[in-house]
């Protein structure tokens, strides 16, 4: 467990060179902006906090009663985007204090430069923060989801975070160190430029532009750089020692190309299908399905989405078919109105299946985001891969397969 530990802490200590984080940077900037110690103190525990209760304490709750915390986002991002505004135009600080009762509307202001005014602001920045999680978190997550919490899942996600506000509370520090160290009226151009970036921020979120946006700088850098950022989980200690979270659900291992690991779990507590009517694995009986479970918020997802998409249009003339089962991860991926967006966005025209009770996923015993399964013409699963990498074994892999008879 010690090894896990350490690792998920070294996991979150990367989390910002990853795109996902960019939004949280001037959030964090401009909460901490005119406060003190307290203030930056609440800031970091309330981020923390909100994460792990969100993602793991009562993830398996909030799927139960079928709800997501979709509309409380969004709240939190006006609220942190008018914090922003009110250090971009100090006079509607004042204003909104004197409309307000108490002071409510100066949490960006220095009076509000308290322990609890910096928590409310880190709990909104911890909903706001979507990570981008490698192996280590997405199997907590996934379990947590699925079994409900554990000593060793909360363990875990609480290294995580304290790894990932590291260099968080170092940009902040800096933030505040450069805004004392010039005169008056520098230190207020900066607060302003930090608010604005704030209230761009918030904009930007408010506005469901941040996931494309965080897709497209994930597009355009290497492939590379997020498998150099994810490494450090891939290490086998590790993965010995995440097994242990589900014991009795070991999962499927990886086998040699092309062998045999018996019939392909049938789709199953799908409740909404978007760019096909619904369909099953009986259906697409000699025909070559990739079953990929995938979520749209997830960077390694948007890595690889690139390959899928041009495998599906390359071979689908030859009987080729994939099936993206949609199985969320947080909270705003749970909504299918945001997942109808994100393939929009992404321009995806296979068949996704939207599974956000976790039933498929648990059909086939997965434990990752993405995980290819790739069922052959009589419906037995023939080769599996975790995670990015491998392309073009995976490309042989569905020419071997359509090469294939279909047996009498």
Same mark, same amino acid.
């Given at each position: 467990?010690?090894?896990?530990?350490?690792?998920?802490?070294?996991?979150?200590?990367?989390?910002?060179?990853?795109?996902?984080?960019?939004?949280?940077?001037?959030?964090?900037?401009?909460?901490?902006?005119?406060? /003190?110690?307290? =203030?930056?103190?609440?800031?970091?525990?309330?981020?923390?906090?909100?994460?792990?209760?969100?993602?793991?304490?009562?993830?398996?709750?909030?799927?139960?009663?079928?709800?997501?915390?979709?509309?409380?986002?969004?709240v939190?991002?006006?609220?942190?985007?008018?914090?922003?505004?009110?250090?971009?135009?100090?006079?509607?600080? /004042?204003?909104?204090?004197?409309?307000?009762?108490?002071?409510?509307?100066?949490?960006?202001?220095?009076?509000?430069?308290g322990?609890?005014?910096?928590?409310?602001?880190?709990?909104?920045?911890?909903?706001?923060?979507?990570?981008?999680?490698?192996?280590?978190?997405?199997?907590?997550?996934?379990?947590?989801?699925?079994?409900?919490p554990?000593?060793?899942?909360?363990?875990?996600?609480?290294?995580?975070?304290?790894?990932?506000?590291?260099?968080l +509370?170092?940009?902040? =520090?800096? /933030?505040?160190?450069?805004t004392?160290?010039?005169?008056? =009226?520098?230190?207020?151009?900066?607060?302003?430029?930090?608010?604005?970036?704030?209230?761009?921020?918030?904009?930007?979120?408010?506005?469901?532009?941040?996931?494309?946006l965080?897709?497209?700088?994930?597009?355009?850098?290497?492939?590379?750089?997020?498998?150099?950022?994810?490494?450090?989980?891939?290490?086998?200690?590790?993965?010995?020692?995440?097994?242990?979270?589900?014991?009795?659900?070991?999962?499927?291992?990886?086998?040699?190309?092309?062998?045999?690991?018996?019939?392909?779990?049938?789709?199953?507590?799908?409740?909404?299908?978007? *760019?096909?009517?619904?369909? *099953?694995?009986?259906?697409?009986?000699?025909?070559?399905?990739?079953?990929?479970?995938?979520?749209?918020?997830?960077?390694?997802?948007?890595?690889?989405?690139?390959?899928?998409?041009a495998?599906?249009?390359?071979? +689908?003339?030859?009987g080729?078919?994939?099936v /993206?089962?949609?199985?969320?991860?947080?909270?705003?991926?749970?909504d299918?109105?945001?997942?109808?967006?994100?393939?929009?966005?992404?321009?995806?025209?296979?068949?996704?299946?939207?599974?956000? *009770?976790f039933?498929t996923?648990n059909?086939?015993? *997965?434990?990752?985001?993405?995980?290819?399964?790739?069922?052959?013409?009589?419906? =037995?699963?023939?080769?599996?891969?975790?995670?990015?990498?491998?392309?073009?074994?995976?490309?042989?892999?569905?020419q071997?397969?359509?090469?294939?008879?279909?047996?009498?």
């Amino acid at each position: 467990m010690t090894v896990v530990l350490l690792f998920a802490f070294v996991a979150g200590l990367l989390t910002i060179l990853a795109p996902c984080t960019l939004p949280v940077v001037p959030l964090i900037l401009g909460g901490a902006a005119g406060g /003190g110690t307290r =203030r930056l103190s609440g800031i970091f525990v309330g981020f923390g906090a909100s994460f792990v209760i969100v993602t793991v304490l009562i993830s398996a709750v909030l799927v139960a009663a079928g709800l997501t915390t979709d509309r409380l986002r969004l709240v939190a991002v006006a609220v942190l985007g008018l914090i922003g505004l009110t250090l971009a135009i100090p006079r509607l600080g /004042g204003w909104l204090e004197r409309i307000i009762p108490g002071r409510a509307a100066a949490l960006g202001a220095p009076t509000g430069s308290g322990f609890g005014a910096g928590f409310a602001i880190g709990a909104g920045i911890g909903l706001v923060w979507a990570p981008c999680v490698g192996p280590i978190m997405a199997a907590v997550i996934a379990t947590a989801v699925v079994s409900g919490p554990t000593i060793a899942s909360v363990a875990i996600a609480v290294a995580y975070v304290l790894g990932a506000i590291v260099p968080l +509370a170092a940009i902040s =520090r800096w /933030g505040a160190r450069v805004t004392r160290s010039v005169d008056g =009226r520098r230190a207020d151009r900066a607060r302003r430029a930090i608010g604005v970036a704030m209230a761009a921020t918030a904009a930007v979120v408010l506005t469901g532009l941040d996931v494309p946006l965080e897709a497209r700088v994930a597009a355009a850098l290497p492939p590379e750089v997020a498998s150099a950022l994810f490494a450090v989980e891939q290490q086998p200690a590790v993965q010995e020692e995440m097994v242990k979270l589900r014991p009795s659900d070991p999962g499927i291992e990886q086998p040699v190309p092309l062998g045999d690991l018996g019939p392909a779990p049938e789709l199953t507590g799908i409740t909404a299908w978007i *760019n096909s009517p619904p369909t *099953n694995l009986a259906q697409l009986r000699g025909k070559v399905v990739l079953v990929h479970f995938w979520t749209f918020g997830c960077i390694n997802c948007i890595h690889v989405q690139p390959y899928v998409k041009a495998w599906f249009d390359r071979y +689908a003339a030859d009987g080729f078919v994939v099936v /993206g089962v949609h199985t969320p991860e947080l909270s705003f991926e749970r909504d299918i109105d945001n997942v109808r967006e994100a393939v929009k966005g992404a321009g995806v025209r296979f068949p996704v299946a939207f599974d956000p *009770n976790f039933a498929t996923w648990n059909a086939y015993r *997965n434990s990752y985001w993405p995980a290819f399964y790739f069922v052959d013409k009589v419906g =037995r699963i023939r080769h599996v891969h975790f995670g990015e990498g491998d392309y073009e074994g995976s490309e042989a892999v569905i020419q071997e397969l359509l090469a294939e008879p279909v047996p009498a």
